[in-house]
């Protein structure tokens, strides 16, 4: 398979943005992203009154949307509408420059809800590199893993927390997407063997 991590971000990566540092106007532009993404979730509870998951990538850099990413959501929302097929009551594809998300409103217990999304990114082979966030209809926050009692969310390089090599920089950009491109790769084939 190509290598997708360059197909779509070409002009980026030429920019050297995808390691870009922080700019005033980079910092604004998440910050509407992230205020959108906050109004878009508080309309689908007022409209559905039932949880919001929100299913989106664990990318390094700040430009996370490209072919890569959006070939790893797709997969990993076919299982997921597949476990919750029939309790959704919403959803919609979102592509961005700060990552695609899909947003879907499902019928259920948060909590519950909460440990089948950890399942799925436990035990699908493309799960490490996903985020789904659950938000109850009446809190502001989503529901955090150590909630549930599990432990924070590991990293796919040495299996640490990943919070903190995230935090200490502790794996090099391009690292953290070759082995992306590497698993994304062994999925395909393994697939495809299956299929013939």
């Known amino acids: 398979m190509e290598n997708l991590r360059t197909k779509d971000n070409s002009e980026y990566v030429e920019l050297g943005l995808l390691e870009k540092k922080m700019t005033s106007e980079l910092f604004e532009e998440i910050q509407k992203y992230r205020i ?21 990538i664990n990318y390094p850099g700040i430009i996370k949307n490209n072919e890569l990413t959006e070939l790893i959501l797709t997969e990993v929302a ?12 919403y959803s919609k594809f979102c592509s961005m420059k700060e990552g695609s998300v ?21 035990n699908h082979d493309l799960g490490c ?24 969310r590991k990293c796919y390089l040495c299996n640490e927390d990943a919070t903190l090599c995230e935090k200490n920089k502790t794996h090099d950009h391009s690292e953290l997407i070759d082995f992306m491109q590497k698993k994304v790769d062994e999925y395909f084939k393994h697939n495809l063997e299956k299929i013939h």
């Open 36 to 56: 959108r993404k906050c109004q878009r979730i508080e309309g689908l509870h007022k409209e559905y009154n039932a949880p919001v998951i929100t299913l989106g």
């Open 78 to 89: 076919k299982q997921f509408e597949e476990i919750f097929q029939k309790k959704i009551l």
């Open 102 to 122: 899909i947003y879907y409103v499902v019928k259920g217990d948060s909590r519950t809800l909460k440990e089948n999304t950890i399942y799925l990114e436990q």
């Open 129 to 152: 590199f996903i985020n789904v966030d659950v938000f109850d209809h009446d809190e502001e926050f989503p529901i955090t893993r150590i909630e549930l009692s599990h432990e924070p």
